[in-house]
C-alpha cells in the first residue's frame, strides 16, 4: 500500500486543455514536492510546498499543499506537449529520514 | 542537470553475476539516496547514508549493499542477481540528514539476462 496515493493513475488531453493531478495521503507530511520524469531520465524537481494551504505558481502549473498538510494538487493551465511526462509526488515525514513516492501519473499531451 | 552523476548509464549481466553502480553528490550535499524504480513497483527508496554512515533503510534486498566513502561518493553493490533486479536505479542528493529536498542522477538501468 502507497503511504501516498496519486490520481488519476493515467491523463491524456489535448494540447490547450487543463488538467489536475491529485496527491491524497491520510498521513501528516512537514513538506511535500513534486517531480517529473521523462522517460530512462531521473525525476526532475519542480517544487517543494511546506506550509499548510500553500498555493506555488511556477509558470502555467499551481501547486497546493492542503490545509492539513496530508495532500496536494498539481494544475497545468493550457497544457503543452513539453508537459508530457510522469509526475510524482513525494512527501517527507518529521519522524522520517526518507521520502515516500506516490506511483505517479503519467500525463500525455496531444498536439 | 541536477549536479548528481550515476555510472555507468547503462549496465547488461547475467543472473547470478554482481555489479557495481557509482553515485557521486552534487557539491556540498552530505546525503546520498538510493531507489530502484521498475514498471511495476514505481520508485522504492533502498538505503540512504549520511557523511559516510547509513542513515536510513528502507525495502533493500540482503544481496545489495551500499557504502559512502571519505569524498561522499556512494557505491550500490548488487549482488547474485536475478531477473526481477532488472531496473532503472536511481541515485538523489541533499544537504542535509533530513533536507526534504532531493536532486536525482539520471539513473542506471540494469538489465539481467
Known amino acids: 500500500t502507497q503511504l501516498l496515493e496519486q490520481s488519476p493513475q493515467f491523463l491524456s488531453i489535448q494540447e490547450g486543455e487543463n488538467l489536475t493531478v491529485y496527491c491524497n495521503s491520510s498521513?501528516?507530511?512537514?513538506?511535500l514536492q513534486w517531480y517529473r520524469q521523462e522517460p530512462g531520465e531521473g525525476p526532475v524537481l519542480l517544487v517543494t510546498?511546506?506550509?499548510?494551504?500553500e498555493v506555488k505558481k511556477l509558470k502555467r502549473l499551481t501547486f497546493q499543499f492542503g490545509d492539513a498538510r496530508k495532500d496536494s494538487s498539481l494544475h497545468i493551465t493550457a497544457a503543452q506537449p513539453g508537459d508530457t511526462g510522469l509526475y510524482l509526488c513525494?512527501?517527507?515525514?518529521?519522524?522520517?529520514?526518507?521520502?515516500?513516492f506516490g506511483a505517479g501519473t503519467t500525463v500525455t499531451v496531444r498536439a | 542537470d541536477s549536479g548528481v552523476t550515476q555510472t555507468p548509464k547503462h549496465l547488461i549481466t547475467a543472473t547470478g553475476q554482481r555489479v557495481t553502480l557509482r553515485c557521486s553528490p552534487r557539491?556540498?550535499?552530505?546525503?546520498v539516496y538510493w531507489y530502484q524504480q521498475s514498471l511495476d513497483q514505481g520508485l522504492q527508496f533502498l538505503i540512504q547514508?549520511?557523511?559516510?554512515?547509513?542513515?536510513a533503510k528502507g525495502n533493500i534486498l540482503e544481496r545489495f549493499s551500499a557504502q559512502q566513502f571519505p569524498d561522499l561518493h556512494s557505491e550500490l553493490n548488487l549482488s547474485s542477481l536475478e531477473l526481477g533486479d532488472s531496473a532503472l536505479y536511481f541515485c538523489?542528493?541533499?544537504?542535509?540528514?533530513?533536507?526534504?529536498?532531493?536532486?536525482f542522477g539520471p539513473g542506471t538501468r540494469l538489465t539481467v539476462l
Open positions: 538523489a542528493s541533499s544537504g542535509g540528514d533530513r533536507t526534504d529536498t532531493q536532486y
Open positions: 498521513s501528516v507530511f512537514s513538506s
Open positions: 510546498v511546506v506550509t499548510g494551504g
Open positions: 513525494a512527501g517527507a515525514r518529521s519522524n522520517d529520514y526518507k521520502l515516500s
Open positions: 557539491s556540498g550535499d552530505l546525503s
Open positions: 547514508y549520511y557523511n559516510g554512515e547509513e542513515r
